[in-house]
């Protein structure tokens, strides 16, 4: 089993950091890419931020220059640091990451979610 777990959300003012963690365990051979989509009321999950095995990045236009998607695989955990929050960016987040278990099965797994506010 798989699980993946967010930390990291919360209330912040326009403007403001927030830094998001996603913290993979299970019986885990390799994390191959990991994304971070996010979901406001109303609106269809949108990929933020992704982040290949080799270390590529890519972003959404909204997000460019503002945040900044990371991982450390000897902690099996990605990550999200978000700078100049703005009120648009409130959202459920949620983490994606695609692993390979040690019985060699490779799926996408998804985190519970975690809520940031952006207001004053």
């Known amino acids: 089993q798989v699980q993946l777990v967010e930390s990291g959300g919360g209330l912040v003012q326009p403007g403001g950091s927030l830094r998001l963690s996603c913290a993979a365990s299970g019986s885990i051979r390799s994390i191959n890419a990991v994304g971070w989509y996010r979901q406001a009321p109303g609106k269809q999950r949108e990929l933020v931020a992704a982040?290949?095995?080799?270390?590529?990045?890519n972003y959404a236009d909204s997000v460019k220059g503002r945040f900044t998607i990371s991982r450390d695989d000897a902690k099996n955990t990605g990550y999200l640091q978000m700078n100049s929050l703005k009120p648009e960016d409130t959202a459920v987040y949620y983490c994606?990451?695609?692993?390979?278990?040690?019985?060699?099965?490779?799926?996408?797994?998804w985190g519970q979610g975690t809520q940031v506010t952006v207001s004053s």
């Open positions: 982040i290949t095995s080799a270390g590529t990045t």
């Open positions: 994606n990451a695609r692993i390979t278990t040690r019985a060699l099965w490779t799926d996408n797994y």
